[in-house]
């Protein structure tokens, strides 16, 4: 959840840092802090509560000395709450080494009660400051800092990144891992670390992807990597395809509106070199064998939040195209449910940051299972594609505000690459529907760029709304992940109570909702595709409308049978049966970001959130 930069070079690190955690801030971004080895050989830290904002203006106020050492971090609370005391860096062996971490340190009660019992004084409640006590007192001991690190990172259990520096051992900083993120970035004369290959982008775009339970020793002309106990190993280096400017705002008044106009690119770009002759062949699926997929008699998605609804839209076309069981578990349910895997069991694993503990934990569950394990993964050298058999990655490009848009639309796509592989290998679609799909799916960017011109109207309906204290979604079909996902940006963004239904399910229950101007968005299903779910659709809405609610209707702009039951219709373009998702999912996306900017909330920064959730 935590952002974590370290820097060793030439250039002054405080800016380093600072640029590196501007970049990680969608990590967490309830507190801040730094710490360098100034010229005088003396540690140097600034940290403070709230954005990282907050740490600039006391850098601005109270400077600290002009370093090249240096580590940074950016907090999402667990243990303690954000304020300055517990904002990292935390500092041991009498304020000469700082030391970031991001995770939890589940023995941390034991360690603690250990060192009070030594009469070690905390300042601070969080977990954290109990590593950099421990390394404090190994450091005394050995005068070696990889040496007492190595010693600390040995007692930990649970998940974590830390990073550490000592004021005696300047041009150094180490780092470790366990179940949480860290990379390398290779300079010329300096050496990065980062929680994700965004810190330092700007810098570098060589990396390395340190593997679990490793730890790395960087200064300006070296990185060393081994395992806890010392021994060297090789890391394969990999080029960052992201640009710097792809993580920038650029002109754009959030993120949140740059990646949902990139939403059209994020799908061609992730069709890019896996379409053939019009045909779906995907290398890295290739890679597992032909074999293998052809057994797979059954698939489970494992995810979260948004990311398992676009699991979710994918089951229905996965299931038609290939003739195979999909189900989808959420990933933070997944191993306590004693899953039924065997080795013809394919699990897919969704996830744009690819470091979401639940969803690793469930991919790591899955093979010690037998399963063969499938990421689809926005972030080059993340953790959960690393853990796979094969990694298909979206290519929509760094994904910054903390709501999924982008990689929301990547990841069906990915979704529906997966599925009309298999059905090519198992042969169960003929040919020329296979070639239609893959129309389909060439023809989505174009469609989506014609949807984002909703826009205005949208912004307009939830300026309207900007009073709203609840919102219905339906739909049916792969239009009720579509009113999951619409509910889901809308509580995230806009702190609005929002649910999203099945349309058949409401008459079960929660039609007990409906109350004289509710706004109810419906997601209509194209006529075209079955007379018969859009009639029942149309019932539906009669139904609510019957009882006062307040219809928004998204129909394909051909639906006319639709307008007499709907206070507002979205009409959108025309697309195949399982396509519509991906452009019924934009005006919900925009009304989500516009209601809450009505409102004068951070779009890109939602309360009590963080973009890459890497605790369990
Ligand atoms: O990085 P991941 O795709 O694994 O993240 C999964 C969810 O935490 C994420 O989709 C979350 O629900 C978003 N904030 C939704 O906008």
Redesign the pocket.
């Given at each position: 959840m935590c952002g974590i930069v370290g820097y060793v070079g030439n250039r002054e690190a405080v800016g380093v840092l600072l640029g590196g955690l501007k970049r990680l801030e969608y990590r967490g971004y309830d507190s801040a802090g730094v710490a360098v080895i100034g010229p005088d050989a003396a540690l140097h830290t600034a940290k403070k509560a709230g954005k990282l904002a907050m740490l600039r203006n006391e850098l601005a106020e109270h400077p600290i000395a002009a370093g090249v050492t240096g580590i940074g971090h950016t907090r999402w609370a667990t243990h303690g709450g954000p304020t300055d005391v517990n904002a990292h860096p935390h500092l041991g062996d009498e304020g000469k080494l700082a030391l970031i971490h991001n995770g939890i340190i589940e023995n941390f009660a034991d360690l603690k009660n250990e060192l009070l019992a030594q009469g070690v004084e905390f300042d601070s409640e969080t977990d954290s400051e109990v590593a950099a006590k421990l390394l404090g007192l190994e450091y005394a001991r050995t005068k070696d800092l990889r040496a007492a690190f190595r010693a600390v990172v040995g007692r930990l259990t649970g998940a974590f990144t830390l990073l550490a520096v000592h004021q005696d051992e300047p041009g150094v900083v180490v780092g470790a891992r366990r179940n949480s993120p860290l990379v390398i970035g290779l300079g010329e004369g300096e050496n990065f670390l980062g929680s994700d290959v965004a810190a330092f982008i700007e810098y570098t775009r060589q990396a390395l992807a340190i593997g679990q339970d490793q730890m790395v020793v960087i200064t300006p002309d070296s990185v060393t990597v081994t395992d806890f106990d010392g021994n060297v190993v090789e890391v394969e280096p990999f080029e960052v395809q992201w640009d710097a400017s792809a993580a920038d705002k650029g002109g754009w008044s959030s993120f949140m509106l740059k990646e949902i106009t990139e939403e059209p690119d994020a799908v061609a770009n992730t069709l890019r070199e896996r379409l053939h002759d019009g045909d779906v062949v995907v290398p890295e699926l290739e890679a597992l064998g032909d074999d293998i997929l052809a057994g797979i008699d059954r698939i489970t998605v494992v995810?979260?939040?948004?990311?398992?609804?676009a699991g979710l839209v994918g089951t229905y076309a996965i299931e038609a195209w290939a003739r195979v069981p999909v189900d989808v578990q959420l990933?933070h349910e997944f191993r306590y449910r004693d899953p039924i895997v065997t080795p013809t069991t394919l699990v897919v694993s969704?996830?744009?940051?690819?470091?979401?503990m639940?969803?690793l934990m469930a991919v790591k569950h899955a093979r010690e299972l037998g399963a063969k394990t499938v990421s689809i993964?926005?972030?080059q050298g993340a953790t959960?594609p690393r853990e796979s058999d094969a990694a298909l990655y979206t290519h929509a490009g760094p994904e910054v505000a903390?709501?999924?848009?982008k990689?929301?639309v990547a990841?069906i796509t990915a979704l529906y690459l997966l599925g009309l592989h298999l059905a090519r290998i198992k042969k169960t679609l003929p040919t020329g529907e296979r070639r239609a799909m893959v129309a389909e799916l060439e023809a989505v960017p174009a469609k989506i760029q014609k949807t984002l011109a909703v826009h205005d109207r949208v912004r307009q309906l939830a300026h309207w709304m900007a009073d709203t204290r609840s919102v219905l979604f339906l739909g049916r079909h792969v239009g009720y992940p579509i009113a999951l996902e619409g509910a889901?940006?809308l509580k995230?963004l806009a702190y609005i109570h929002a649910e999203g239904f099945a349309a058949g399910e409401l008459k079960h229950g929660p039609i007990a909702l409906i109350e004289p101007g509710l706004p109810v968005f419906v997601i209509v299903p194209s006529p075209r595709h079955s007379e018969e779910m859009h009639r029942k659709v149309i019932s539906n809405i009669q139904e609510i409308r019957a009882r006062g609610a307040r219809v928004i209707a998204l129909a394909e702009q051909a639906d006319a049978a639709v307008l007499p039951f709907a206070d507002e219709v979205i009409a959108l373009p025309l697309a195949g049966k399982f396509f519509e998702p991906l452009i019924g999912v934009i005006p919900l996306q925009i009304f989500a970001m516009e209601l809450a900017a009505a409102k004068g909330l951070d779009v890109d920064q939602?309360r009590n959130?963080a973009?890459?959730?890497t605790v369990e």
């Open positions: 995810a979260a939040g948004t990311a398992a609804y990933a969704i996830s744009q940051s690819g470091e979401t639940d969803t993964c926005n972030t959960i903390v709501a999924s848009t990689a929301f990841q889901l940006k995230e939602p959130l973009k890459s959730v």
